[in-house]
T-cell receptor, first 114, second 114 residues
Framework: AQSVAQPEDQVNVAEGNPLTVKCTYS??????LFWYVQYPNRGLQFLLK??????LVKGSYGFEAEFNKSQTSFHLKKPSALVSDSALYFC????????????FGSGTRLSIRP | ETGVTQTPRHLVMGMTNKKSLKCEQH?????MYWYKQSAKKPLELMFV???????ENNSVPSRFSPECPNSSHLFLHLHTLQPEDSALYLC?????????????FGPGTRLTVL
């Protein structure tokens, strides 16, 4: 069965430090991988995606993610965290370009302390 | 702004009421979605409308009924809801066949059922 896991409910990081939000997936075939962010009282906002090609994907607001096929992971990273990065982050995976085939993780709350 | 609007932003209703949520997308997309977001639960896909398919999550109760009169508008009709239906209801759209299902979300409707 296709699935995506975000093993950490919450990640706490000091401002200026690097941050990592973890995501692992299980799909048959080649996955399409996404990260979304949700700020309070807002909908989900697209950050970045991996379809094919370079394993390191760069996205909005200085975020990047690395696709690791052997570890079936797609961790979200940022070299220097900002307080404004505090939000809820969702990893998502699909294995087919079909409207109903995308699966979201349960989300990781990122908290950046000043 | 993502180009997806939802009204109302907040709704309080009794269990015997009938109400509708509205979603409109200004992105020229051909697929629209309803999601339910409850606290500490994964995002739940409720319904999908696209040129290729209409998908209903079989676990969604019949007290929720979608309507998609055209590719830009999506409604969720609510009747005789239960308190456990209180949640954030998110609408999204995408262009199937391109972007590998990058979905763009509206701000959501916060529903409270008394």
């Amino acid at each position: 069965a296709q699935s995506v896991a975000q093993p950490e409910d919450q990640v706490n990081v000091a401002e200026g430090n690097p941050l990592t939000v973890k995501c692992t997936y299980s799909v048959s075939g080649n996955p399409y991988l996404f990260w979304y962010v949700q700020y309070p009282n807002r909908g989900l906002q697209f950050l970045l995606k991996y379809i094919t090609g370079d394993n390191l994907v760069k996205g909005s607001y200085g975020f990047e993610a690395e696709f690791n096929k052997s570890q079936t992971s797609f961790h979200l990273k940022k070299p220097s965290a900002l307080v404004s990065d505090s939000a809820l982050y969702f990893c998502a995976v699909s294995y087919y370009s079909s409207a109903s085939k995308i699966i979201f993780g349960s989300g990781t709350r990122l908290s950046i302390r000043p | 702004e993502t180009g997806v609007t939802q009204t109302p932003r907040h709704l309080v209703m009794g269990m015997t009421n009938k109400k509708s949520l509205k979603c409109e997308q200004h992105l020229g997309h051909n697929a629209m979605y309803w999601y339910k977001q409850s606290a500490k639960k994964p995002l739940e896909l409720m319904f999908v409308y696209s040129l290729e398919e209409r998908v209903e999550n079989n676990s969604v109760p019949s007290r929720f009924s979608p309507e998609c009169p055209n590719s830009s508008h999506l409604f969720l009709h609510l009747h005789t809801l239960q308190p456990e239906d209180s949640a954030l209801y998110l609408c999204a759209s995408s262009q199937t066949g391109t972007d590998q299902d990058t979905q763009y979300f509206g701000p959501g409707t916060r529903l409270t059922v008394l």
